[in-house]
Nanobody, 122 residues
């Protein structure tokens, strides 16, 4: 089970840090990802961090502004979001996949959190 938190309302140019805590064992064997979804649109990839070596991947739209990290001791993955833009407004979901490859495809991720809303005002 994944529990996401940290969303909220922020002005453009501001920052937020999302957290996702996983229950269960062997967290370090799971690749972790963040996706986001705007009503009426498909869920899209934001970032991923690999289980094996911590390699990270980012969508072009967030590269240089967002940072994904993980703390295996805390069973947690984080998304640090800086220089936020109104177009970053969405519900953000964390996802996990056992020995995952960090895919950008929604269907490749098996476990999902409940989502946390991020609203960026202009």
């Amino acid at each position: 089970q994944l529990q996401a938190s940290g969303g909220g309302l922020v002005q453009a140019g501001g920052s937020l840090r999302l957290s996702c805590v996983a229950s269960g064992r062997f967290f370090s064997d799971y690749s972790e990802g963040w996706f986001r979804q705007v009503p009426g649109k498909e869920r899209e990839f934001v970032a991923a961090i690999m289980w094996l070596d911590g390699t990270t991947y980012y969508a072009d739209s967030v590269k240089g502004r967002f940072t994904i990290s993980r703390d295996n001791a805390e069973n947690a993955v984080y998304l640090e979001m800086n220089s936020l833009k109104p177009e970053d407004t969405a519900v953000y979901y964390c996802a996990a996949d056992l020995y995952g490859l960090g895919s950008r495809r929604v269907d490749d991720w098996k476990y999902w959190g409940q989502g946390t809303l991020v609203t960026v005002s202009s």
